[in-house]
């Protein structure tokens, strides 16, 4: 066998990697719906790390 040329190389590389995605997007497609749909539906304004004042107010009342 001769040597092969780098772009030849790169090729088989990239070829490669393409079809290790794809087996891993075939071999994960419900998971990956589910969290794709679940991304779509989720509200981008929203940050769950934010705490409603009158909320957190209200709770440490009832909490008296």
């Given at each position: 066998?001769?040597?092969?040329?780098?772009?030849?190389?790169a090729?088989?590389?990239?070829?490669?990697?393409?079809?290790?995605?794809?087996?891993?997007?075939?071999?994960?497609?419900?998971?990956?719906?589910k969290?794709?749909?679940?991304?779509?539906k989720?509200?981008?304004?929203?940050?769950p790390?934010d705490?409603?004042?009158?909320?957190?107010a209200?709770?440490?009342?009832?909490?008296?």
């Amino acid at each position: 066998m001769g040597k092969t040329s780098g772009a030849k190389q790169a090729t088989v590389v990239v070829a490669a990697m393409a079809l290790g995605w794809l087996a891993i997007e075939i071999a994960f497609k419900p998971f990956l719906d589910k969290f794709r749909s679940s991304i779509d539906k989720s509200d981008p304004t929203k940050d769950p790390d934010d705490f409603d004042t009158a909320a957190t107010a209200t709770t440490s009342k009832e909490g008296l």
